[in-house]
């Protein structure tokens, strides 16, 4: 039960993020998600079968609201792929975070690090666009 509700906060997430992103209106969202409680299916398939948005935006949303520290390291070319598949063994034997470990490198300052969750943490939640 506690999952299903969870599943449906995140999916609820998604919704508000087609919202701020000006893909979707709230009337939308309210609606698709009337549908998916009688139909149990993910909300993405509904947008995407309703025609309200396109499969490249789920796509870009949705890698968006996954996007990773290393993936932003490498977009802001602090790191190259290479270098970020280096330290990333290096944080597995570490076991350490990864931004702390950036710092400790000398690759980031405290000051990038922070910019850099700040942006993550603002585009997971759909407030920052990918360049």
Partial sequence: MMSKILDRMQKAMLGQILVRKGLISEAELERALLEQLSSDRKLGEIFLDRNMISQTELERVLREQNMLLGHLLV????????QLEQILSEQNHRNQKLGELMVEKNIISPAQLEQLLEKQYWQK?????IS
Avoid: C, I, R, Y
């Fill in 75 to 82: 977009q802001e070319k602090f790191v190259s792929p290479a």
């Fill in 125 to 129: 939640n759909g407030f920052w666009l």
